[in-house]
T-cell receptor, first 112, second 112 residues
Framework: DVKVTQSSRYLVKRTGEKVFLECVQD?????MFWYRQDPGLGLRLIYF???????EKGDIPEGYSVSREKKERFSLILESASTNQTSMYLC???????????FGQGTRLTVV | QKEVEQDPGPLSVPEGAIVSLNCTYS??????FMWYRQYSRKGPELLMY????GNKEDGRFTAQVDKSSKYISLFIRDSQPSDSATYLC????????????FGTGTRLKVLA
């Protein structure tokens, strides 16, 4: 089974902190994604990566950056956390474009 | 108009009922269709993955795609309380794109 593991289930951070969310997949997938999920808004794509060191902006990249130094690991960085970044963050991976996406268990981030 | 529309529910049914969950979409180029189940405070898990039109069955679950009507459905037979979750539809274009479009999810409650 594909396993996508996010480093934290719950995080509480202060406004202005730099926050790192880590994601690791064990199936040698090419593509990795970061989404945020908010009630009534569904999943919104923040960034994705289709290869090591390659990244593309999604629909809502402002206030975020990403890093993919190794194929299995994709990190989301909140440069200066703000309260409007309180959300559920979901990492996903896929073996190829258009194929089924596999998700991690999610990180519920609260910024106070 | 959103690219994918999904009734948010909640949908409450008695145990043993047949459940029908639906999504409509506007982009006729979508070729890959997925259904995810998401339990509270967890990441989405893939239930069904279909390509183009037609039906696909897996146990108590049947996914149906009608591309002429731009309409997809997930049927759950003999629903159980453990099926209580939020169900998300998702779709993507043919190969060469990394963009997935998700519905906002339908919350289902199966009453014992």
């Amino acid at each position: 089974d594909v396993k996508v593991t996010q480093s934290s289930r719950y995080l509480v951070k202060r406004t202005g902190e730099k926050v790192f969310l880590e994601c690791v997949q064990d199936m040698d997938h090419e593509n990795m994604f970061w989404y945020r999920q908010d009630p009534g808004l569904g999943l919104r794509l923040i960034y994705f990566s289709y290869d090591v060191k390659m990244k593309e902006k999604g629909d809502i990249p402002e206030g975020y950056s990403v890093s993919r130094e190794k194929k299995e690991r994709f990190s989301l960085i909140l440069e200066s956390a703000s309260t409007n970044q309180t959300s559920m963050y979901l990492c996903a991976s896929t073996p190829g474009a258009g194929t089924e996406a596999f998700f991690g268990q999610g990180t519920r981030l609260t910024v106070v | 108009q959103k690219e994918v529309e999904q009734d948010p529910g909640p949908l409450s049914v008695p145990e043993g009922a047949i459940v029908s969950l639906n999504c409509t979409y506007s982009n006729s180029a979508f070729q890959y269709f997925m259904w995810y189940r998401q339990y509270s405070r967890k990441g989405p898990e893939l239930l069904m993955y279909t390509y183009s039109s037609g039906n696909k069955e897996d146990g108590r679950f049947t996914a149906q795609v009608d591309k002429s009507s731009k309409y997809i459905s997930l049927f759950i037979r003999d629903s159980q309380p453990s099926d209580s979750a939020t169900y998300l539809c998702a779709m993507s274009l043919t190969s060469g794109t990394y963009k997935y479009i998700f519905g906002t999810g339908t919350r289902l409650k199966v009453l014992a």
